[in-house]
């Protein structure tokens, strides 16, 4: 091939290149890295060694501990309503986005930590109705991209800021205290939900089950 113009002499030299695909079964997204001549083969064998992808499943990670102990009083696709819920009092009506992880009796009273599920950017940090304190971090799994949503955080405790990446267990913050402004009046526990797509939909109930199809049972995931 001809020489690349205005450009360093070693990109007209022969160099080392190595192709990391994205995902086992996507074969069109991957990663070019070449090596410059100048640098030591040794060296750069160890940084490709030392690099982490956070883009299938066996990178995940649950949002609590012991997360397969934890009773959930609703699941992915529970239908709701004030007058029908395994919640009293219920104050919401519609099918359920997402997955309920409960506290254990001991932590009522003590703080819980909230960790990544997966690896991505945090797309947004706020206080909801609903929820109170509420983050949503954006992923891509087996190249299938989605928004995960943490809700009824204690909102002080999310040090991460917009934008910032987090690695699967990495630290999100604190559950929030029960009937508290930092639930929004709920129980202490976590929602998580799972959305395809890139689009930022907080939504912890949708009122139909065509609706309930834009998201994901987080139980397909952790299992």
């Known amino acids: 091939m001809a020489n690349f113009a205005n450009q360093p002499i070693w990109r007209n030299q022969k160099h080392e290149v190595i192709d990391i695909r ?16 100048a640098f030591e083969k040794t060296e750069f064998d160890a940084f490709i060694a030392s690099l982490q992808f956070h ?4 990178s ?21 309503s004030p007058n029908d819920s395994p919640v009293s009092p219920e104050r919401f009506s519609g099918y359920h986005t997402g997955w309920d992880f409960e506290i254990f009796p001991d932590e009522l009273n003590h703080d819980v930590t909230v960790t990544a ?21 954006e992923c891509n799994i087996d190249s299938a991209p989605m928004t995960v949503v943490y809700g009824h955080l204690k909102l002080s405790s999310i ?37 395809k797509g890139t689009t930022v939909n907080n939504k912890g109930y949708v009122g139909t089950q065509a609706e309930l199809s834009a998201w994901l049972d987080p139980k397909d995931y952790l299992e």
Request: glycine content about 12%.
């Open 22 to 37: 994205y995902a086992p079964s996507d074969r069109t997204s991957f990663f070019v890295i070449a090596r410059n001549p």
């Open 55 to 58: 883009n299938d499943r066996n």
């Open 60 to 80: 995940l990670r649950s949002p609590l501990d012991r997360a397969s102990e934890r009773v959930s009083k609703k699941t992915f696709g529970t239908k709701v």
């Open 117 to 137: 599920f997966c690896g991505g950017k945090v797309r947004l940090k706020e206080s909801a109705s609903g929820y109170g304190g509420l983050l949503v971090q």
């Open 159 to 195: 040090a991460v800021k917009v934008g910032a990446y987090r690695a699967p267990g990495d630290e999100i913050g604190l559950l929030g205290d029960a009937n508290s402004a930092e639930t929004d009046g709920e129980r202490k526990h976590l929602h998580f939900g799972l959305r």
